[in-house]
């Protein structure tokens, strides 16, 4: 995993294009019904963020 759970979810609360998967991920720390790159469209299973959004967001939390 490239960053924690919680800044995952702190990015997801304050990016623009957040947009949850149909079938969301469930993980322990947070459920698919919760903000979080894990469960955006965006984000590949790589853990990188297709529009290029996750460092500029992570940068300024």
Do not use: W
């Amino acid at each position: 995993m490239r960053a924690s759970k919680e800044t995952y979810e702190k990015v997801a609360k304050k990016c623009t294009s957040y947009d949850k998967k149909d079938q969301g991920v469930t993980n322990s720390a947070c459920d698919s019904s919760c903000p979080s790159c894990l469960n955006c469209t965006h984000f590949t299973s790589d853990e990188y963020c297709v529009l290029d959004l996750y460092d500029p967001i992570a940068k300024n939390l």
